[in-house]
C-alpha cells in the first residue's frame, strides 16, 4: 500500500511524526512537506527532534494569502499525486496545507483520511473551521479524537467512515516527554524556577489581527504577578513590531521553541495563556491550568473538565484567572490513551 502524507505547519509535524513511525515498517509513504511553515525553529527542528523521517518531497510554497498559498500547494500536491498514485492521502487537523491536501486529492478521486475529523469552533470566521469543515465533507477516512467531534460530524451528515482513535498528540507527549529532560535543560538555560512562571502562546488570526486584541493580551502579560515566557510565533512577532510594543520586565519574548523544549516549559509552568489548539491540550495533560486567550474552544473536554477557563482577550479576566483561579477537579483521561497513531494505521492498512 502506498500512502501519501501531507505535512506543512507546526502542529503537523508533531501529529505526523507518531503516525509516520506508525506506518513506515508496515506500507510505503511519501512525506510530503508543502512548507507552510519554513524557519528553522518553526519546521527543522521538529524533524531533528521527533525523529520524523526527511520530507520526501519538499514544495517550499512559503507564506502568502489564503488563495495564493492554498492554491500553490494544490498545484504542487496534484502533480505529486498523478505521479503516484496513492492508495490513501493523510492530512491533519486544520490548516491551509489540511485543505489543499484534500482538495487536490478530492479531484482525482484519491481516498482522504483526515487525523483531528470532527473538530468546531462554530466560528466560520475563523479560517481553520472553514477548512476543517471542508476536509471533513470530502473525506473517506475521519479520526475523531472524542465522541463529541463524532456527533459534530453526524449533525452535519457524515457518519460513513468515522472513527473514534483518541488524540495523536496525546501519543506524541506521552512518548517525548519521557526523553526531554534528557535531550534539554531548557528551564535553567533561561533561569526559570519550576512553577513559578506563566508560560503563553498567541498566534490566532483573531488575536493577532486585531490591533486592540493583541494590545490587551500584551497589557495582561505586563499585569501579572507572575513573570510571562512568551515564544513568539513570527506572525505575531511582525505584529509586535509593527504595534511598536516594548514588553516590560515582566515579559519575556523568546523565539519559538522545540517540542521537547515546550514539553518541558509546559510541564513546569504555573499556568499557560494560549490561543493555541495543541496547546491546550497539553497543559491538560501535564496537569497545568490553562486560561485560554479565545472566546471559544475546540476542545470542549478540557474546559467542561474544570482545567481550562476561556477568557477572550479581555486584560481584566486574563490577570483575575492567573491571580485567582486554581482547578480544583480531577483529571479524568480523555482524547485516548496514546495508542491513537496504532489505530490510524491499522484502519488504513486494513482498508479493502
Ligand atoms: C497556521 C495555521 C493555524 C495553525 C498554525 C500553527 C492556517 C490558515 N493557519 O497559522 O491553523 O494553528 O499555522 O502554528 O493554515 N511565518 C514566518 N515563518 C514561518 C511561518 C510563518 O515568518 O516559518 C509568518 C509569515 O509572515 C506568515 C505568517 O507567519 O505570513 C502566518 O503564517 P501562516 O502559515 O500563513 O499561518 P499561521 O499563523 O502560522
Ligand atoms: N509548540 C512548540 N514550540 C513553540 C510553540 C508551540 O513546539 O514555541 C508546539 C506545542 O507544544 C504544540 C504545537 O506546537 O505541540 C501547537 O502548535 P501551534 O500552537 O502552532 O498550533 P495549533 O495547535 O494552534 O494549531
Not at 14 to 20: D, F, H, L, P, T
Not at 100 to 126: C, D, N, T, Y
Not at 186 to 210: F, K, M, P, Q, W
Amino acid at each position: 500500500m502506498k500512502i501519501i502524507s501531507v505535512v506543512g505547519a507546526r502542529p503537523q509535524f508533531i501529529k505526523a511524526a507518531m503516525v509516520s513511525r506508525s506506518l513506515r515498517p508496515r506500507c510505503q509513504e511519501i512525506l510530503v512537506h508543502t512548507g507552510q511553515h519554513y524557519d528553522e525553529n518553526m519546521s527543522q527542528v521538529f524533524f531533528d527532534e521527533l525523529e520524523l523521517p526527511e520530507p520526501d518531497i519538499y514544495l517550499g510554497v512559503g507564506s502568502g494569502s489564503h488563495a495564493v498559498q492554498t492554491a500553490r500547494m494544490m498545484t504542487g500536491i496534484e502533480e505529486i499525486l498523478l505521479k503516484e498514485s496513492p492508495d490513501w492521502l493523510v492530512v491533519y487537523g486544520d490548516t491551509n496545507t489540511t485543505l489543499a491536501g484534500a482538495l487536490a486529492a478530492s479531484k482525482l478521486q484519491v481516498p482522504i483520511a483526515h487525523v483531528e475529523a470532527g473538530l468546531r469552533s462554530f466560528q466560520r470566521a475563523m479560517p481553520e473551521e472553514v477548512n476543517r469543515v471542508l476536509v471533513d465533507h470530502i473525506s473517506d477516512a475521519l479520526f475523531c479524537p472524542t465522541q463529541p467531534s463524532v456527533d459534530n460530524l453526524s449533525r452535519e451528515g457524515i457518519t460513513r467512515g468515522v472513527y473514534i482513535v483518541g488524540d495523536v498528540m496525546a501519543d506524541a507527549l506521552q512518548y517525548f516527554i519521557r526523553l526531554a529532560p534528557q535531550k534539554t535543560d531548557i528551564l535553567s538555560d533561561l533561569g526559570l524556577e519550576a512553577h513559578c512562571y506563566a508560560l503563553a502562546t498567541v498566534h490566532r488570526a483573531a488575536n493577532t489581527d486585531d490591533p486592540a486584541r493583541l494590545k490587551a493580551i500584551l497589557k495582561a502579560f505586563e499585569q501579572m504577578n507572575l513573570p510571562v515566557v512568551f515564544p513568539v510565533h513570527p506572525r505575531t512577532r511582525k505584529v509586535i513590531h509593527d504595534l511598536g510594543w516594548k514588553a516590560n520586565r515582566n515579559v519575556r519574548l523568546i523565539e519559538p521553541v522545540g517540542y521537547l523544549e515546550m514539553l518541558l516549559l509546559e510541564a513546569n509552568a504555573d499556568c499557560i495563556l494560549t490561543d493555541s489548539g495543541g496547546v491546550q491540550k497539553e497543559a491538560y495533560w501535564v496537569g497545568v491550568r490553562c486560561i485560554t486567550l479565545r472566546d471559544e474552544t475546540e476542545w470542549v473536554e478540557t474546559v467542561a473538565l474544570g482545567w481550562n477557563r476561556l477568557v477572550g482577550a479581555d486584560t481584566t479576566a486574563i490577570v483575575e484567572a492567573v491571580h485567582h483561579w486554581r482547578p480544583t477537579a480531577p483529571r479524568l483521561p480523555i482524547y485516548g490513551d496514546g495508542h491513537s497513531a496504532e489505530m490510524i494505521s491499522d484502519i488504513l492498512l486494513n482498508q479493502p
